[in-house]
């Protein structure tokens, strides 16, 4: 089945550790994005990609770094520079303007 | 740069009781509207794609629909298991892919 999966689901991290979340997606769509959600909060933007090799830094990026070294994967490292990192993690992609998918989520939370 | 605005911020409706929800949006030349749905905890859920003033699609009991200003999600005769955060989205000609989000509309349905 073609989808977005995210890894892991749960994560912690102590405070000064670099951590990173995974995302891979198997439905050939060029575009992948990055977002946090804090509780009752919409969706802010961290980074997005439209092709290999190349991305954009969306609306809340400080303290975040990704790659884009492969069309399927877009993984995003929380650097210690992240003063409050404990959130919801969503990944998407999204195909042209038809449609875009998000996966599951990791929830990181700081400890 | 492009605005989303979603409204109201909650919505009760009894059970049966067709509603609207509103998401007005400020672009540089609108390229989709995307709808989504997101349960507690979960990614959102993918509805629908809305590309030119006038379309409309249907799924189920819910319905959207495009003006050049805005778009609605018209629910029909909810039920319980529509309670939700309904998400709204842009891409525009102007951000290069960039995917905004609304802050959502969180939806109870009491039976």
């Known amino acids: 089945d073609g989808g977005i999966t995210q890894s892991p689901k749960y994560l912690f991290r102590k405070e000064g550790q670099n951590v990173t979340l995974s995302c891979e997606q198997n439905l050939n769509h060029d575009a992948m994005y990055w977002y946090r959600q804090d509780p009752g909060q919409g969706l802010r933007l961290i980074y997005y990609?439209?092709?290999?090799?190349?991305?954009q830094k969306g609306d809340i990026a400080e303290g975040y770094s990704v790659s884009r070294e492969k069309k399927e994967s877009f993984p995003l490292t929380v650097t210690s520079a992240q003063k409050n990192p404990t959130a919801f993690y969503l990944c998407?992609?999204?195909?042209?303007?038809?449609?875009?998918?998000f996966g599951q989520g990791t929830r990181l939370t700081v400890v | 740069e492009d605005q989303v605005t979603q409204s109201p911020e909650a919505l009760r409706l009894q059970e049966g009781e067709s509603s609207s929800l509103n998401c007005s949006y400020t672009?540089?030349?609108?390229?989709?509207l995307f709808w989504y749905r997101q349960d507690p905890g979960k990614g959102p859920e993918f509805l629908f794609t809305l590309y030119s003033a006038g379309e409309e699609k249907e799924k189920e009991r819910l319905k959207a629909t495009l003006t050049k200003k805005e778009s609605f999600l018209h629910i029909t005769a909810p039920k319980p298991e529509d309670s939700a955060t309904y998400l709204c989205?842009?891409?525009?000609?102007?951000?290069?892919?960039?995917?905004?989000f609304g802050k959502g509309t969180l939806l109870t349905v009491n039976p």
């Open positions: 990609s439209q092709i290999v090799n190349d991305f």
């Open positions: 989205a842009v891409t525009s000609g102007g951000s290069n892919y960039k995917l905004t």
């Open positions: 672009v540089s030349g609108l390229r989709g």
């Open positions: 998407a992609s999204l195909d042209g303007e038809s449609e875009a998918f």
